[in-house]
């Protein structure tokens, strides 16, 4: 079993920065994907930026050259920090990890935090 226990978020004015972190720990897991997922109220959950065991990185249109996903290993962590933030960037944002143990796959999901950006 893998706990994603995310921190950060909050209130942040237009234009404002705010960093998103999610911590796994648990069972050993091998990491295939981990994502930012965002749900405003009455939208669907969209993908916001994902990163591969690789390392490689994709974004939503609506938020690349703003937002970077990043990882540190050592720490089990993912981060998505997020630039010039826009009042439609306000959603729950939530971490999710997929990946392998002995064969079977798993994914996990973070509890979600909230970001409001207003003035």
């Known amino acids: 079993q893998v706990q994603l226990v995310q921190s950060g978020g909050g209130l942040v004015q237009p234009g404002g920065s705010l960093g998103l972190s999610c911590v796994a720990s648990?069972?050993?897991?091998?990491?295939?994907?981990i994502a930012w997922y965002r749900q405003a109220p009455g939208k669907q959950r969209e993908l916001v930026a994902r990163?591969?065991?690789?390392?490689?990185?994709d974004y939503a249109d609506s938020v690349k050259g703003r937002f970077t996903i990043s990882r540190d290993n050592a720490k089990n962590t993912v981060y998505l920090q997020m630039n010039s933030l826009k009042p439609e960037d306000t959603a729950v944002y939530y971490c999710?990890?997929?990946?392998?143990?002995?064969?079977?796959?798993?994914?996990?999901w973070g509890q979600g935090t909230q970001v409001t950006v207003s003035s």
């Open positions: 999710h990890e997929v990946g392998t143990l002995e064969g079977y796959e798993y994914d996990y």
């Open positions: 990163i591969t065991r690789g390392g490689s990185t």
């Open positions: 648990g069972s050993r897991f091998s990491i295939e994907h």
